[in-house]
C-alpha cells in the first residue's frame, strides 16, 4: 500500500515537473515539510553505497534537493546548485540532491554527464522522502537550519531561484 501511494506521488511529481511560478512557489512550503516545523527523519543512499542519516547535518545548514532525472527544471538546477555547494561548504552550508528516480541506472547516467560534483547525491530508490515530505513540484529545496528546522522551501525552478536560495542559505547561516 505504500509504494502505491509513492508511486502514486512520484507521477503526480511528474506531471507538476515544472519551472516555478511567478506568483507562485518561492518560498512556500510543501504539505510535508513546512516552514518552521523539523525536518522528518530522513536515511538515503549516497551514491557511493553508504547509507545518510539527514540528521547528521545538525550543526550545519543543510540545503535539501529533491529531484529527478526526468525533470527539465532539475537538470538546469542542479549544476547551479553544485557551483553553490563548492561556494558555501567553508561557510557552514552543505547541499544534499536527492534523486527519486525509480531507476539508479538513470541517476548514474545523469551524474557521470556532470563530472566531479561538490554537493552530495543520494538516491531514494523507495521513493520515501517523497512520501515524507511531500513536495508540490519537481525540483523542491528546503533550507534546513542548524537545529533542523525547515526555514524556506523553494518549489519548482528557473535559473533566477539560485540566486534567492543562495541568499536564504547565507540568511539562515547568519551571514
Known sequence: MRRAGAATLLAL?????????AGGGHGASGSGGPVGAPLPLLK????????????SYRGRVLLLDVWASWCGP????????????????????DVLAV??????ANVDKF?????????????DPRQEIAELLQPDKMPTSYVVDKSGIVRYV??????????????????????
Do not use: Y
Not at 44 to 55: E, H, R, Y
Not at 74 to 93: N, S, V, Y
Not at 99 to 104: G, I, N
Not at 158 to 175: H, W
Open 154 to 175: 523553494n518549489a519548482g525552478f528557473v535559473p533566477e531561484d539560485a540566486a534567492g536560495i543562495e541568499r536564504r542559505l547565507l540568511e539562515v547561516a547568519g551571514q
Open 111 to 123: 551524474v557521470r554527464g556532470h563530472g566531479r560534483w561538490s554537493l552530495t547525491i543520494a538516491h
Open 99 to 104: 534523486s527519486v528516480d525509480q531507476e539508479r
Open 44 to 55: 538515503v543512499d549516497a551514491l557511493s553505497g553508504k547509507t545518510i542519516d539527514v540528521a
Open 13 to 21: 511529481l511528474a506531471l507538476s515537473c515544472a519551472t516555478s511560478d
Open 74 to 93: 532539475c537538470k538546469q538546477e542542479l549544476p547551479m546548485l553544485d557551483a553553490m555547494a563548492k561556494r558555501l561548504k567553508h561557510q557552514g552550508i
